[in-house]
């Protein structure tokens, strides 16, 4: 009895092992699902901040071209009055 008893112990001892070794798997396993769900949302972030960066340097240069555009009309009217004139002496 004495030999089965010690085993049945031994049984146990190894079970309680196998199930903490199972549950230490399981917890590094949910610690790199976080750092990977944290690093992704880090990511994500990261990716909006640069795209909000980039829309607004693109507004600014559309506005740039504008007032250029706007410019240049004012110039060429004043060329064409410049000219019209010319052409009535």
Known sequence: ?????????RDIEEAIKKQLQ???E???ESEKEQNSLESS?????ERRRKLAKRIL????KLDN???QIYNLQQRVELLER???IEKLE
């Not at 009895?1 to 112990?9: A, E, P, S, V």
């Open 1 to 9: 009895m004495g030999i089965f008893g010690f085993r049945k112990k």
């Open 22 to 24: 199972e549950k230490n």
């Open 26 to 28: 399981l917890k590094k």
């Open 41 to 45: 949302l880090e990511s994500v972030e």
């Open 57 to 60: 340097e693109m507004s600014n």
């Open 65 to 67: 071209l504008s007032a």
């Open 82 to 84: 410049k000219l019209n």
